[in-house]
């Protein structure tokens, strides 16, 4: 992958933030490599070489990654940092390495640190409740130490104390509980996720399509339904139904706008590979 400097930042800035922090150890797959698409998986390995990101899309990560990297070296009693877990199933390796372990009565509690916006906090992510019960599998089922509790710390980057709307975070950095799963589920879901890799790998050597990426996995927005009137900018209220919205329109004199919910993850090019997408590409050539 090419590395871009287009606003020409300073040298040592740029080559700290290109640097490759991340390590998978001697695994196959990830834990959050196994949960991503597989087609996206596909398309980077395929068009690596062609792939290009400028280095100020990087900054985010990147800042998370550090704050890690300070995190990890903080060691106090009670606490495990940073170790990565390996297992083998169907003789292919995986591996998730857990921010924290907190020793507590009869176990630990696995706690990651998520550094993100508020919107995350107050949507909460299905990704989140995964990747930590994948993690409590490993710890369960590796190191045989039973887990006692989920959580995510997660440190807002854009929080607002101005903010009171509902589910809006309390605090620049909130502890959010996460639902545990059963160790049949949890390797049910590792079990099917590597069969959908595996069977990804296979079709795409063989030249056929690559299975669709989810709504869900290309982060689909909703489409929702704007009640304007003539002279005010912003929208009078939202809705997730036309009825609803046309309702209020008559009432206020107004009219809606239909928002249509789109593939964000595609849209902004975060998977990096959206310009070599059938899928993708196939859509925009429709609407266009
Ligand atoms: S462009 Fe969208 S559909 Fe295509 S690989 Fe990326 S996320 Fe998936």
Redesign the pocket.
Known sequence: MKITNEQGLPAPLVALLARDFYTKGASQYSVTELMS?P??RR?REQYDADMEIDVTKMIASQLGTFMHGKLEAKEVEGYTNEERIFTEVDGVVISGAIDLQQQVEGGVVIIDYKFVKAWSVKQGKDDWTTQLNIYKWLVESVKRVPVKGLQICAIIKDYSAHDTSEGYPEAEAVMIDIPMWDSVTTEAYVRKRLEMHRNAKVNHEFGEE?Q??TDE???MSETVFAVKREGRKSAIRLFKTIEEATELAEKEKGYVETRKGE?K??TG??????KW?????GEINVTA
């Open positions: 698409p087609k996206i398309l690559l669709a990426c996995e290309r982060w593939p993850r595609c090019d975060f998977c990096g590979v959206s997408c059938k899928q993708y590409q």
